[in-house]
């Protein structure tokens, strides 16, 4: 079993940025792939940003591109969003997703892919 934990989140204005942190416990997360996912208010989750297990490659949605940056860092067993000129419609519960595969961070965009979540850390930003 792999327990994930999600911290980071919080408020923040329009244009400003946060790091989020997906941090795991139970298990080694370095055979793992990664993915962030988020949740707006009344919305469906949707995929935001995915890395290979590696960290060698790295998959984003397309209106994050160039501001969201996912990494991982396996000594740590942790994984990480940064998050750059944020705005009001981002404003979701993150969520943090780990899967035991060597497939392509580009492959994994539905939530059925993975098989470990956390319990989401509340992002709001604020016009």
């Known amino acids: 079993q792999v327990q994930l934990v999600e911290s980071g989140g919080g408020l923040v204005q329009a244009g400003g940025s946060l790091r989020l942190s997906c941090a795991a416990s139970?298990?080694?997360?370095?055979?793992?792939?990664i993915a962030w996912f988020r949740q707006p208010p009344g919305k469906e989750r949707e995929v935001v940003a995915a890395?290979?297990?590696?960290?060698?490659?790295?998959d984003y949605t397309d209106s994050v591109k160039g501001r969201f940056t996912i990494s991982r860092d396996n000594a740590k067993n942790s994984v990480y969003l940064q998050m750059n000129s944020l705005n009001v419609e981002e404003t979701a519960v993150y969520y943090c997703?780990?899967?035991?595969?060597?497939?392509?961070?580009?492959?994994?965009?539905?939530?059925?892919?993975?098989?470990?979540w956390g319990q989401g850390t509340q992002v709001t930003v604020s016009s």
């Open positions: 890395i290979s297990w590696n960290g060698g490659s790295t």
């Open positions: 997703a780990a899967v035991l595969t060597l497939k392509s961070p580009s492959a994994l965009r539905s939530q059925s892919e993975f098989d470990y």
């Open positions: 139970g298990r080694t997360l370095s055979r793992y792939a």
